[in-house]
T-cell receptor, first 106, second 114 residues
Framework: GQNIDQPTEMTATEGAIVQINCTYQ??????LFWYQQHAGEAPTFLSY????GLEEKGRFSSFLSRSKGYSYLLLKELQMKDSASYLC???????FGKGTRLSVIA | EAEVAQSPRYKITEKSQAVAFWCDPI?????LYWYRQILGQGPELLVQ????????DSQLPKDRFSAERLKGVDSTLKIQPAELGDSAMYLC????????????FGPGTRLLVL
């Protein structure tokens, strides 16, 4: 089976940096996705990590350590529009965590 | 930009009634997924199709739920009879090929069972 853990909620200030952690235990692992989901909307793809290390994409970066079963999503220069849930998902098969609800405050 | 289409966007029904949801994946995407997402939870896979074949339906409550993708393109998810606990967002996603590839989600159908 697969078990994915993320913090339930986080709050950060506009302009700051926030790190959202995800730990997983899985019987089979190919890669890890991060999705963003605004309230009432569908998830949208942010990143996919297969190899260990950091991948940067604009203000968002994602890190993976396969040996530790650990990933994080780093959001820089936070904006109010970044307030959303961030879902960690591992494959194969694709299983989602419960998501971390991020609130960005002024 | 190509998108996954779903309808209806919202559905209110009474328990014991039948409901059906429709999904049209991105053109050329062979793999189609139906997920259920309860408020405050992550999406839970109900069924996965590769073309017209079911690849994984281990989490589909088969006594009341059914899904089909007859021509390997669009798909229908049906619930009969609906129960109060079925109130949730039903998401459809598609990917070009295998599970490891990025899944693109439709806007979802929000179901409320009264």
């Amino acid at each position: 089976g697969q078990n994915i853990d993320q913090p339930t909620e986080m709050t950060a200030t506009e302009g700051a940096i926030v790190q959202i952690n995800c730990t997983y235990q899985t019987s089979g692992f190919n890669g890890l996705f991060w999705y963003q989901q605004h309230a009432g909307e569908a998830p949208t793809f942010l990143s996919y990590n297969v190899l260990d290390g950091l991948e940067e994409k604009g203000r968002f970066s994602s890190f993976l350590s396969r040996s530790k079963g650990y990933s994080y999503l780093l959001l820089k220069e936070l904006q109010m529009k970044d307030s959303a849930s961030y879902l960690c998902a591992v494959t194969t098969p694709l299983v989602f965590g419960k998501g971390t609800r991020l609130s960005v405050i002024a | 930009e190509a998108e996954v289409a779903q309808s209806p966007r919202y559905k209110i029904t009474e328990k014991s009634q039948a409901v059906a949801f429709w999904c049209d994946p991105i053109s050329g995407h062979a793999t189609l997924y139906w997920y259920r997402q309860i408020l405050g939870q992550g999406p839970e896979l109900l069924v996965q199709f590769q073309d017209e074949s079911v690849v994984d339906d281990s989490q589909l409550p088969k006594d009341r739920f059914s899904a089909e993708r007859l021509k390997g393109v669009d798909s229908t998810l049906k619930i009969q009879p609906a129960e109060l606990g079925d109130s949730a967002m039903y998401l459809c996603a598609s990917s070009l090929g295998r599970t490891e590839e990025t899944q693109y989600f439709g806007p979802g159908t929000r179901l409320l069972v009264l």
